[in-house]
Structures are given as structure tokens and as C-alpha cells.
């Protein structure tokens, strides 16, 4: 006997996606994304459309302590620079 339940694919404000029967509306804190179809159908989506899995928020914190930790300033070697009374031993 095969499973004959259409599925709904539903986001949270992660942005992580998770299927849900469709004739049934969504659990508090979850939309409908748009798509719907078998099992097998809508986990071939959320794979596609989904590459990702790690929390928004998450992904978030990591791309800001990236950008925080691209190094040091770059050094001054204009001429004034170099004319600088400042010795860097």
C-alpha cells in the first residue's frame, strides 16, 4: 500500500524547511512555502532549494564575525609613512 498523503513544504523564520500534510494548516511559527506533492516529490525540493541547513541566525553570526576577522588593517608604505619617527622593532 503506498502512502497516498500530499505533503506541503513550510519555512520558519530560520529558514529551515520541514514537510507538513496539506490538508492541514501549518504549526504556529511555520508558513507555506508554495510547494506541495509526494514525500519523495518534496523532499527532492527541500533539497534543491535548501542547500544549506544551518539556522538563519547561525549563518547570520558567522558571516559577521567573518567580516570582523579578515585581519589587520593594511600598513601605510607611502612615503609619509616611512618618514615616520615611530620604529616598529
Given at each position: 500500500?503506498?502512502?497516498?498523503?500530499?505533503?506541503?513544504?513550510?519555512?520558519?523564520?530560520?529558514?529551515?524547511?520541514?514537510?507538513?500534510?496539506?490538508?492541514?494548516?501549518?504549526?504556529?511559527?511555520?508558513?507555506?512555502?508554495?510547494?506541495?506533492?509526494?514525500?519523495?516529490?518534496?523532499?527532492?525540493?527541500?533539497?534543491?532549494?535548501?542547500?544549506?541547513i544551518r539556522p538563519l541566525s547561525l549563518r547570520r553570526r558567522l558571516?559577521?564575525?567573518?567580516?570582523h576577522a579578515s585581519g589587520p588593517a593594511p600598513v601605510d608604505t607611502?612615503?609619509?609613512?616611512?618618514?615616520?619617527?615611530?620604529?616598529?622593532?
Amino acid at each position: 500500500m503506498s502512502d497516498a498523503t500530499v505533503y506541503q513544504v513550510v519555512v520558519n523564520d530560520e529558514e529551515q524547511h520541514a514537510l507538513w500534510p496539506a490538508r492541514t494548516a501549518p504549526p504556529a511559527g511555520w508558513r507555506v512555502e508554495g510547494f506541495q506533492g509526494s514525500e519523495e516529490a518534496c523532499m527532492a525540493h527541500v533539497d534543491r532549494v535548501w542547500p544549506d541547513i544551518r539556522p538563519l541566525s547561525l549563518r547570520r553570526r558567522l558571516a559577521e564575525s567573518a567580516d570582523h576577522a579578515s585581519g589587520p588593517a593594511p600598513v601605510d608604505t607611502s612615503a609619509s609613512a616611512a618618514s615616520s619617527p615611530v620604529v616598529d622593532r
